[in-house]
């Protein structure tokens, strides 16, 4: 991938409002520009887009630094982070959508401190097993609930999820509507600092299930941007 490149925006403009007329006003729209050009992230921020995601923390600081002329982006990390990245990742992220760990949520707790910053954390669960993919168990995450609460630099306020390739529409339809019950399940529970209203589910190829779900933040990457690029 090279940082700058020629794309079809009126192609990237149509296509995030064709999605955006499918869709309920209040579910937000990310743009995950992992793999592609700062001048596709400047497409879809024309058309009106301001949540990016990224998956790593180096790549997302080479276009930042050529985007630093649109500042009201809120950047998102939706990959896994190392520990050893944790303090780059907070000073380049309002959002940390992929906190799999409760060993990572504490870290970033304390760093987030030292660095007097309070980012948005989603908790990342894993609905169905896949060896590829980081999360939280839902019973790991139930027991770390608690801990989990005691953390006040940082702003938990919700939960995503990624899930295996290739399952059928029901099954997709059904994970879905299990992470909007678990979401709801912690609300109910009587937390005082966790705030669970972010549900960030639902890609490219399932957003319409994940909003059917309840989803409020569908990562899009290829529906917005494959095949944009001009020659
Ligand atoms: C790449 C990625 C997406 C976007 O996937 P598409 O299928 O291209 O829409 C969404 N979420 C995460 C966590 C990703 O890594």
């Known amino acids: ?44 921020y024309q058309a009106g887009i301001r949540h990016f995601g990224e998956s790593r923390v180096q790549e997302a600081a080479q276009k930042q630094a050529q985007l630093q002329d649109l ?9 896994h982070l190392q520990t050893n990245k944790v ?27 030292e660095l007097r910053v309070s980012p948005k954390l989603c908790l990342q669960v894993k609905l169905a097993p896949d060896p590829n993919k980081f999360g939280w168990s839902v019973s790991d995450l139930l027991q770390s609930l608690p801990q989990l609460d005691q953390l006040l630099q940082v702003q938990i306020v919700g939960l995503m999820t990624i899930l295996p390739l290739g399952l059928d529409s029901e099954t997709t339809l059904s994970l879905f509507r299990k992470l909007a019950e678990l979401a709801d399940h912690i609300q109910r529970s009587g ?32 529906s917005l941007f494959a095949d944009a690029e001009l020659e």
């Open 1 to 44: 991938m090279s940082l700058s490149t020629s794309v079809n925006a009126p192609l990237i403009h149509s296509r995030i409002q064709a999605i955006r007329e499918q869709i309920p006003k209040h579910v937000e729209m990310m743009a995950v520009s992992k793999g592609y050009s700062v001048d596709h992230i400047r497409a879809a």
């Open 71 to 79: 500042p009201d982006i809120v950047w998102h990390l939706i990959g």
């Open 87 to 113: 303090k780059p990742a907070l000073k380049q992220f309002a959002w940390i959508d992929s906190v799999d760990s409760l060993r990572l949520a504490k870290l970033l707790n304390q760093k987030a401190w």
């Open 191 to 222: 937390y005082q600092h966790l705030q669970l209203q972010t549900l960030s589910m639902g890609m490219s190829d399932d957003y319409p299930l994940a909003v059917a779900a309840g989803s409020t933040l569908i990562r899009l990457g290829r």
